[in-house]
């Protein structure tokens, strides 16, 4: 039993390793991310909220899960500069359609040079608005023939257990909606409240992503996976 345990401390310590995951960036993600990707990333690292983006080898696995799928018609609700969305058009074919929900366009519109440079604008259907009453005009409007393949959401967390239930009424039966930040910055294993050296949304929200895992953990509506990559990323499959 001792061994089984230095072998769990083995692999927990390469999670965490630094060195680790460059290798995983060099050997496996930045030789195969796109060109306007890679711009948009090295944009966005120049933004002051940079660190909101999604990660690369993150934006990699989202985009093998659309390509396996073979999705057609996805939900984004958080775009910020829009390395998701660019990631997410690339993985699509020509004639899908992406409706991605942002209350600020300007920070899309930092990314949309790089989306127009490969030539997917076309794809999109960005709406500048908040995520629930888009989502309410989207449950009205859109029929069940057309109902959404994936979604993927990166917003304020504290309305993720909101967001839910409305998009179980939008994503198909056996489609998929994923969840980013999921972990937290490590949080979610702390208990009571977060050091003030955290950033303050971070502490503001730690419970609210904590009571988020917890619901889904029950939730007999779907099939969940959730991964430690980037922030953590749950994956949610739609069962009925």
């Given at each position: 039993m001792s061994g089984v345990k230095n072998l769990n401390n083995v692999e927990m310590n390469l999670l965490r390793?630094?060195?680790?995951?460059?290798?995983?960036?060099?050997?496996?993600?930045?030789?195969?991310?796109?060109?306007?990707?890679?711009e948009l990333r090295e944009a966005t690292k120049k933004h002051p909220m940079g660190l909101l983006a999604v990660r690369p080898d993150e934006g990699q696995l989202l985009s093998f899960i659309l390509k396996t799928m073979n999705a057609k018609r996805t939900l984004e609700i958080g775009v910020f500069t829009g390395y998701s969305l660019l990631t997410t058009a690339l993985a699509l074919p020509d004639d899908?359609?992406?409706?991605?929900?942002?209350?600020?366009?300007?920070?899309?519109?930092?990314?949309?040079?790089?989306?127009?440079?490969?030539?997917?604008?076309?794809?999109?259907?960005?709406?500048?608005?908040?995520?629930?009453?888009?989502?309410?005009?989207?449950?009205?409007?859109?029929?069940?023939?057309?109902?959404?393949?994936?979604?993927?959401?990166?917003?304020?967390?504290?309305?993720?257990?909101?967001y839910h239930e409305k998009l179980l009424k939008l994503v198909k039966v056996g489609g998929i909606i994923?969840?980013?930040?999921?972990?937290?910055?490590?949080?979610?294993?702390?208990?009571?409240?977060?050091?003030?050296?955290?950033?303050?949304?971070?502490?503001?929200?730690?419970?609210d992503v904590v009571k988020f895992n917890q619901s889904l953990a029950v939730d007999q509506r779907i099939d969940i996976s959730q991964v430690v990559i980037g922030d953590g990323l749950t994956l949610c499959r739609r069962i009925y």
């Open positions: 390793s630094d060195a680790l995951y460059e290798y995983i960036l060099k050997t496996n993600v930045f030789p195969r991310e796109h060109e306007q990707l890679k899908a359609k992406i409706t991605a929900i942002d209350m600020n366009k300007s920070y899309y519109e930092i990314g949309l040079p790089f989306i127009k440079k490969a030539e997917v604008e076309h794809k999109i259907n960005f709406i500048e608005s908040k995520a629930h009453p888009a989502l309410d005009k989207l449950i009205q409007e859109v029929k069940e023939d057309e109902l959404f393949d994936f979604a993927f959401v990166d917003a304020d967390k504290n309305n993720y257990i909101h994923a969840y980013d930040n999921t972990l937290w910055m490590g949080t979610v294993v702390i208990e009571g409240p977060v050091d003030s050296n955290y950033p303050n949304n971070v502490r503001l929200w730690k419970d």
